[in-house]
């Protein structure tokens, strides 16, 4: 038997194993996301605004020294 045959004979057994547990590690994901979605829930309706909020805050105070070098 050649390398590539056993490659080949390794491969149908691994997409046979893979097609016969397609479902397992699909339905621990959408668990998760589940979860992880339920979680932060809340999060999108106030973090987003501050945090835009916040940044402006820093440019606006960080330009405000340089921009007082040209007065």
Do not use: H, K
């Not at 973090?47 to 040209?70: D, Q, W």
């Amino acid at each position: 038997m050649t390398a590539y045959q056993a490659y080949q004979r390794d491969d149908r057994v691994l997409r046979e194993r893979a097609r016969t547990r397609g479902g397992i590690n699909r339905r621990s994901f959408d668990a998760a996301v589940g979860r992880a979605e339920s979680t932060l829930a809340g999060w999108s309706n106030w973090l987003p605004y501050n945090a835009f909020g916040l940044i402006a805050v820093l440019c606006l105070l960080g330009v405000r020294p340089r921009l007082a070098e040209y007065r």
